[in-house]
């Protein structure tokens, strides 16, 4: 394996591969480790001489090298560096991460229209209170940035085909004969597209909150929230604090969706330091409920916002909201999110689809159509059918599942593991979209130090346990700030 003191040889060597330029020894804000930056031109697609770059991030193994491990963002749009001082620093790092890194290196690479690999922001896309809480994706803003992107990038080009065949070029260029991938949500479609793509460069592959890719995504989140929402419902009527506190929280909910099933509704909450006014639309309210119960924390404050809502005051209702989008607003470039869904997943979804949708739960169509009235904006070319097809490999592949994901359910990854003969799920217990714990650090550096899935020992993951319902709502929220 070429380790990274010859990046000098590969430098040199240009003229056989992709141009590597590397900063050595630079620094990345909250990482205490040594990191290596650099950034590897590609072109940006068949129709063009344009190139771009893609952005990356090496923190060298801390103990011995057995080899490297690539992070891959989720979303799509999320940036891998933009997280890295997250889950290797800062005050709560991530244990398995931190574990992997003892004795590998941790490649973090920006995903072509993400971070620092030509970016596809829409940064005006949730700045206006009113048109986030009344439209999923504010047409007006999205049509504007969707125009302005197009003058400088070829939309069509930043698919996870394309950002796979990035990813090996870069490794490649970093001198690894073989990688391993840890990623999860959108993520794990992009590592099942290496698996396609590349199979004899992949060590190992750990996945959390699957998605293969012929998901259509989003079309599983109908099922997946309401499963998500069903299971909250029945955990609060067995915790003796929320029984006592909201005895009613199912048939409150229900109250409150009907309400919202008439029609948009004003709220009033405050804003940071200012009192916001605005009118809370179905799809928004309906959307961003199914995002709060992608963490358990976060799924805990829901029947004390219900509650709330149900007696009148929506204000608890509001914050839970623009605390979603506001998340998005920060985490995501849209104009990558929107040449990859569109691209690959909306456009496959069919009028059966939808109608099976709509009579799955809470969310039914409405994340589908606002997402289908965004790609009327993004105008993105179709990928190959042959996308859909599920991935065949005998890779080793750990998946993680929450048993309570509403956005990558359980039965989505299961679903993936007749074509692969030699991968395992583990599902979470009260899990939801993201889990982390040292039983769970503990299975996923055992599988990146011996990529066998059968020799995991997982039965602590059924002991994973929701965290206490919140029963003070503003006392909670305002330590989310």
Request: hydrophobic share 45%; with cysteine.
């Amino acid at each position: 394996m070429l380790r990274l003191a010859l990046f000098g040889l590969l430098l040199a060597a240009a003229s056989l591969a992709p141009p590597l330029s590397v900063a050595v020894g630079c620094n990345v804000a909250g990482l205490t480790f040594p990191v290596k930056c650099g950034s590897l031109r590609v072109r940006e697609s068949a129709r063009s001489d344009r190139t771009i770059g893609t952005y990356f991030i090496v923190v060298p193994a801390a103990r011995r090298n057995a080899g490297a491990v690539f992070v891959i963002g989720g979303g799509p749009g999320q940036s891998a560096v933009e997280i890295a001082s997250e889950v290797l620093g800062g005050s709560s790092p991530s244990a398995s991460l931190v574990g992997m890194h003892a004795d590998h290196d941790i490649v973090f690479a920006d995903q072509r229209g993400t971070g620092r690999s030509n970016p596809l922001q829409c940064p005006d896309l949730f700045a206006s209170r009113a048109l986030s809480f009344a439209e999923l994706y504010p047409a007006a803003p999205l049509r504007a940035c969707r125009a302005r992107l197009a003058k400088t990038a070829d939309l069509n080009a930043y698919g996870t085909r394309q950002a796979v065949d990035d990813l090996d070029a870069l490794r490649a260029a970093l001198g690894y004969r073989t990688i391993s991938i840890d990623t999860g949500s959108y993520g794990s479609e992009v590592a099942f597209e290496y698996v396609r793509r590349h199979p004899s460069r992949l060590r190992a592959v750990l996945l959390e909150a699957v998605v293969p890719t012929y998901a259509k995504v989003p079309l599983p989140f109908t099922r997946a929230a309401q499963h998500a929402l069903d299971e909250l419902e029945a955990s609060c009527a067995n915790d003796a604090a929320c029984e006592e506190t909201y005895p009613r929280f199912a048939s409150e909910w229900n109250a409150v969706t009907a309400r919202f099933a008439q029609g948009p509704q004003p709220v009033t909450f405050r804003d940071g330091r200012t009192t916001t006014r605005a009118t809370l639309s179905r799809e928004v309210f309906a959307d961003s409920i199914r995002h709060v119960l992608y963490e358990p924390f976060l799924a805990a404050a829901l029947p004390a916002a219900v509650h709330e809502a149900a007696t009148g005051n929506d204000e608890p209702l509001a914050k839970l909201v623009a605390l979603q989008i506001d998340g998005f607003k920060n985490e995501l470039n849209f104009g990558m999110f929107l040449s990859v869904t569109c691209d690959e997943d909306v456009a496959f979804i069919t009028a059966k689809d939808r109608a099976v949708a709509a009579g799955e739960g809470f969310l039914g169509e409405l994340r589908i159509d606002g997402q289908r009235r965004a790609c009327a904006i993004g105008n993105v070319a179709p990928a190959p059918k042959t996308f859909l097809l599920p991935v065949r490999s005998s890779v080793p592949v750990l998946m993680i599942s929450g048993a309570d994901d509403p956005a990558a359910p359980a039965w989505l990854g299961a679903s993936q593991l007749p074509y692969l003969s030699n991968a395992r799920q583990i599902l979470v217990a009260n899990g939801g979209h993201n889990n982390e714990d040292a039983c769970l650090a503990r299975i996923r550096i055992a599988f990146i130090d011996d990529p066998t899935p059968a020799r995991v020992r997982a039965t602590c993951a059924n002991r994973f346990s929701r965290p206490a319902f919140v029963t003070d709502f503003n006392a909670w929220f305002d330590k989310q700030l």
